[in-house]
């Protein structure tokens, strides 16, 4: 039970994941300690991150779950508006579908912005210690499957909506950095045009070549792989 002298857990939880959220993204994920997170938030306990969140990764993760939510309701709702409409969708709509959900948290006064540059981390790095997609996933799952109509065979097989969703949240977190802003229409207007043209650039002859050049390698050593191992069995 809380006392006058010890505010309520959910109280001193908020403010530890505000105090995250301002010092990851202004200096990056791993240049915070949990010590500097709890005395930002001004939580007495030394171990309050521990214990409201056991490590970094609980503490990125319950960041996600804050904001993600809210971005996967508003890209079903844009996806359903798609689905709803006749004939096959343009690819303006589907990079709006990517873009818009995420860019309203530009205007979020509650660690928006914050919340953008943290995801772009995330999403850029090899190895992340908790990816986006592991906390809400099924909107950009769906958004994923809705594109392969508007990408040519070569764009797919060259992950090219990895590199929009890449290219989305990287936008997105230069534009947070410089937030507030009054009015944030025509930048996010203009990301959901470029989305669009990275969907729908063609690929060209030398990309062809060197993408078949690349999976011609790739099959050689599978195939090896796949002798070598019947080999050892077969011993």
């Known amino acids: 039970m809380s006392t006058p002298s010890s505010p309520p857990r959910s109280d001193t939880r908020a403010k530890l994941l505000s ?26 306990n030394v171990i309050a991150v521990q214990y409201h969140f056991d490590d970094r990764a609980g503490v990125l993760t319950a960041i996600l779950a804050k904001h993600l939510p809210d971005v996967d309701a508003r890209r079903h709702a844009l ?3 798609i689905e709803a409409a006749d004939g096959t ?15 309203a948290k530009l205007a979020d006064p509650d660690g928006g912005p914050a919340f953008l540059q943290i995801y772009a981390e995330l999403m850029s790095r090899p190895s992340p210690q908790v990816r ?4 809400v996933s099924d909107s ?7 594109v392969v109509p508007v990408l040519a065979p070569q764009a797919r097989r060259l992950h090219r909506r ?3 969703i890449v290219h989305t949240g990287v936008e997105l977190a230069r534009r947070a950095r ?9 930048f996010t207007s203009y990301l959901v045009d470029v989305v669009a043209a990275i969907l ?5 002859s030398e990309t062809a070549r060197l993408a078949d050049e690349r999976d011609a390698a790739r099959a050689t050593v599978e195939n090896e792989v796949t002798a070598a191992l019947d080999r050892s069995n077969e011993r």
């Open 178 to 186: 410089s937030a507030p802003h009054t009015d944030d229409r025509l």
């Open 89 to 103: 969708p343009t690819a303006r709509a589907l990079a709006g579908a990517l873009v818009r959900p995420l860019a």
């Open 140 to 146: 950009l799952g769906r958004w994923r499957a809705a």
């Open 19 to 44: 105090a995250a959220e301002h010092l990851f993204a202004e200096r990056g994920v791993d240049a915070v300690s949990l010590r500097e997170i709890t005395r930002v938030a001004g939580a007495r």
């Open 132 to 135: 986006p997609a592991d906390v």
């Open 200 to 204: 729908t650039a063609p690929v060209s």
């Open 162 to 164: 990895w590199t929009a």
């Open 79 to 81: 996806l359903d508006e």
